[in-house]
């Protein structure tokens, strides 16, 4: 059984940054694909960026060139550093992570879910 718990959410202007973190709990075998999804008010769960074990990323058209998703050594802890943000970056920011391959433009190939954190720009 994987925990993740998300960390790192807050208010910023249009152009500043934030850095999310998530931090997994668990056999690593359980977390081997992991990826942020963000959902807004209103909308639909859409995947951000993704990282799979051996350290290939993927990002949605949205974000790329703006955010980087990365992992510690230890693999259990996944981040976010998201730059030159936009009003339209506003959400709740959730974790996910899988033992087998997954895709971050298929919400429900991740098993395990945070709790998410609330990202605002204004």
């Known amino acids: 059984h994987v925990q993740l718990v998300e960390s790192g959410g807050g208010s910023v202007q249009a152009g500043g940054s934030l850095r999310l973190s998530c931090k997994a709990s668990g056999d690593e075998s359980d977390h081997k694909y992991m990826a942020w999804f963000r959902q807004a008010s209103g909308k639909q769960r859409e995947g951000v960026a993704g990282m799979e074990i051996y350290g290939d990323t993927t990002y949605a058209d949205a974000v790329k060139g703006r955010f980087t998703i990365s992992q510690d050594n230890g693999r259990k802890n996944l981040y976010l550093e998201m730059n030159d943000l936009k009003v339209e970056d506003t959400a709740t920011y959730f974790c996910?992570?899988?033992?087998?391959?997954?895709?971050?433009?298929?919400?429900?190939?991740?098993?395990?879910w945070g709790q998410g954190t609330q990202v605002t720009v204004s």
């Open positions: 996910a992570a899988n033992p087998d391959p997954a895709t971050i433009e298929i919400q429900w190939s991740y098993l395990y």
